[in-house]
């Protein structure tokens, strides 16, 4: 059961973690974090990203712009610019770790300690890179609402709304997070049990100490 259990995890939390990390960079570079449809104008479409905003006509197509200075943008798309690049290299070096300390990896199979640390290692990396993808999605999307529900600003003002990439990146934190905690429940899980061979000789001793204590020797 625990071997069964063991392999599970580390079959399904690289994948999980791969798939979090892919989705966490097409996160970052999308310029859909917001979206907003000009009630004047329904044939305009605007979009913003941390890179860069674009607006999309029915007559011209899409264009986009990249900002011209990071200093110029709001504080939650400065720090989701930093976040996200962090959890970008965070999940690359998380994933190269667990992955040199997978079973099925035949590279190290002696140094059982090495493989073990670098799995914890990995895992906590993909763990914490996921929630560096969590805290900059979900608070772009605090700050969107509360610009949305803000009572100061007369309502023919367009407002800013969910884009697609919002939604992205809470399912590739979800993913990077869950991958992580499934290394460290594969970590815990009890180690593959000992050869059969080991148990036939087991079984051979233990079967002569019960022939000597049913056939004691003759005393002399």
């Known amino acids: 059961m625990g071997l069964d259990f063991r392999t599970a995890t580390q079959s399904a939390a690289p994948l999980l973690s791969l798939l979090g990390w892919v989705l966490a960079c097409l996160t970052n570079y999308l310029p859909h974090w917001k979206t907003l ?61 667990s992955g040199c300390g997978l079973d099925c990896l035949r590279l190290g199979e002696t140094q059982k300690g090495l493989k073990r640390r670098l799995l914890i290692v990995g895992g906590f990396l993909l763990w914490t890179s996921g929630v560096m993808v969590l805290v900059p999605v979900s608070w772009v999307a605090h700050m969107t609402v509360q610009e949305f529900w803000d009572e100061t600003l007369p309502e023919i003002v367009p407002r800013w709304e969910f884009g697609e990439a919002l939604f992205l990146g809470w399912f590739a934190g979800f993913c990077l997070v869950l991958g992580g905690c499934l290394l460290h429940c594969a970590i815990c899980s009890s180690p593959a049990p000992p050869a059969s061979g080991h148990y036939a000789v087991t079984g051979l001793q233990d079967h002569g100490q019960q022939l000597e204590l049913k056939h004691p020797s003759p005393e002399i």
Not at 57 to 73: I, P, R, T
Request: hydrophobic fraction near 45%; charged fraction near 20%; glycine fraction near 8%.
């Open 37 to 97: 449809n000009l009630e004047l104008n329904e044939m305009e479409n605007w979009t913003m990203g941390l890179w860069k905003s674009c607006v999309t006509q029915e007559e011209v197509g899409k264009q986009c712009k990249d900002f011209d200075s990071f200093l110029a943008l709001p504080a939650e798309l400065q720090t989701s610019r930093i976040l996200m690049s962090l959890s970008n290299g965070l999940g690359l070096l998380g994933l190269l770790a």
